[in-house]
């Protein structure tokens, strides 16, 4: 809908207004049992475009599935649209969920990880291959795959724990038997004007 006549857009830049709109709009993606992942705002004039990005909470396998992500999609709308501080610009609502390669840069996503087999990119040693086998307060307990000539079998050797100051970034690997999990863990961006967008004041 349109913004509001007599309001005049704020001067909020978009960070200050992304970390608004998380406190808002965090308790009502709890409620859902969801976690709220990140929270980003594009001004465009008058308009600006809210992008929300929910997962599933840390003790849950899987990814968020579109039944989820259109249904926190219109609560989240519903608690935009009667935002007692909103400054009258327009929005377009955007629900997406983090795809299943996505970087691992908080010890919640790789305790989201576990089990998984994870390119790791540590700063004291060369990148390497291992399954993630557990993960505390302090670090990651990997599994490293060790090279081995093309054409052998991979072997594992033994387990070694990486702290998070050591770790620059990690990725999941996808692995042909998990290739099912991670179709349902892709990125789902609604493209504006359908049902899943919501557009508010």
């Not at 969801?34 to 909470?57: C, I, M, N, Q, Y």
């Not at 929005?91 to 969920?97: F, G, T, V």
């Amino acid at each position: 809908m349109a913004a509001r006549s007599g309001n005049v857009p704020s001067a909020l830049d978009s960070g200050a207004e992304a970390q608004r709109l998380h406190i808002l709009l965090a308790p009502t993606v709890a409620a859902a049992s969801l976690f709220l992942e990140e929270v980003k705002v594009h001004f465009a004039g008058s308009h600006r475009t809210v992008s929300v990005v929910v997962d599933l909470p840390e003790d849950e396998s899987g990814g968020v599935g579109l039944d989820a992500i259109s249904a926190i999609s219109r609560q989240l709308s519903e608690v935009m649209d009667t935002d007692p501080h909103d400054d009258g610009r327009a929005y377009d609502l955007e629900i997406s969920s983090p795809g299943a390669t996505r970087p691992m840069t908080e010890p919640r996503h790789w305790r989201r990880a576990v089990g998984r087999m994870a390119k790791v990119n540590p700063s004291d040693r060369e990148n390497f291959m291992g399954r993630i086998l557990s993960v505390d307060d302090s670090g990651v307990l990997f599994k490293p795959e060790l090279p081995v000539k093309k054409g052998m079998k991979p072997k594992q050797g033994e387990p070694e724990k990486i702290l998070f100051t050591a770790i620059r970034r990690g990725v999941v690997e996808l692995e042909f038997a998990r290739l099912d999990e991670a179709e349902l863990d892709l990125e789902f961006e609604p493209t504006s004007g359908n049902a899943v967008d919501g557009e508010g004041s």
